[in-house]
């Protein structure tokens, strides 16, 4: 009992020092909060808050279930990724899975076993749920073992970690890696198969935020020690409007950068 009025006592000082941040609106990705625009007037919620949320069609909550709760606290909404991807047992075109669930959730990987002469499109013996479905997809493919492959393809801004070589031989495989800032779409490992590689990945931009970008826009970061200039892909900044100015309607201050586009938020004038 003791230790349970410390840990509130602490919460109460931290949140008197101003440390404990609220939670804004979560937006969930592949969701949606229960009675979304009734709550709306509650945010920022404070630590401790939660909040019934539902997920769509092919997707659960960590438990397996399509709804629950999403709680705010110190370090920011729980579960960071409330709605993960549901995959159902798959049919395996030449080979057989060696595990049988009726389903798996996003992250969790079946072994499959090929028929003699095929493999996966991926070299390997696992097929991985994703929040796009099964990866590589349940498809064993028959080996060609004497085509080789000349050097992997380039990529823009990105490169093989491997020094390359004239020739490589069948199955070989080889990674990619992006420039800093960079981030990488797709498989990083691509694979020679039939004298041809497979899909190379793509290195998606960074977002680029400049003092004229804010003025523009009459925007300004939210919190002082989150700001920064540059961002992945993929990343979402938070801004607030600049003194005497609001929000648009129907935007968001929240916005992600996407493959080095971002949709600012625009303020206008308060009269």
């Not at 438990?63 to 549901?86: D, F, K, N």
């Not at 992945?232 to 003194?243: A, V, Y």
């Amino acid at each position: 009992m003791l230790l349970l009025a410390n840990v509130f006592l602490s919460l109460w000082l931290s949140t008197a020092k101003g440390e404990v941040k609220p939670c804004d609106f979560p937006h969930i990705k592949n969701g949606g909060l229960y009675h979304e625009g009734k709550y709306r007037a509650y945010f920022p919620a404070s630590v401790g808050k939660q909040f019934s949320y539902y997920c769509k069609r092919g997707f659960v909550i960590h438990s397996g279930t399509h709804w629950g709760y999403i709680r705010c606290t110190t370090q920011g909404w729980e579960p960071a990724v409330p709605c993960l991807r549901q995959c159902s047992f798959p049919y395996v075109d030449h080979g057989v899975l060696l595990e049988r669930k009726a389903s798996y959730v996003q992250d969790q990987s079946a072994k499959v076993k090929c028929y003699s002469g095929y493999r996966l499109p991926n070299g390997q013996d696992t097929i991985t749920c994703t929040e796009n479905g099964w990866s590589p997809q349940p498809k064993c493919i028959r080996v060609n073992s004497t085509k080789t492959c000349g050097p992997p393809p380039p990529i823009d801004n990105g490169d093989i970690t491997s020094f390359p070589l004239p020739v490589y031989a069948p199955l070989s495989s080889v990674e990619y890696q992006c420039q800093s800032l960079y981030r990488l779409q797709g498989n990083k490992k691509i694979t020679c198969r039939n004298g041809e590689w497979s899909e190379k990945p793509k290195c998606l931009h960074p977002c680029i935020v400049s003092e004229g970008i804010l003025e523009t826009h009459n925007i300004i970061f939210r919190w002082r020690e989150k700001q920064k200039r540059y961002y992945e892909s993929g990343e979402m900044q938070e801004f607030r409007c600049k003194n005497g100015y609001h929000l648009a309607a129907s935007q968001t201050l929240n916005p992600v950068c996407n493959d080095g586009h971002i949709v600012y938020p625009t303020c206008t004038k308060s009269h």
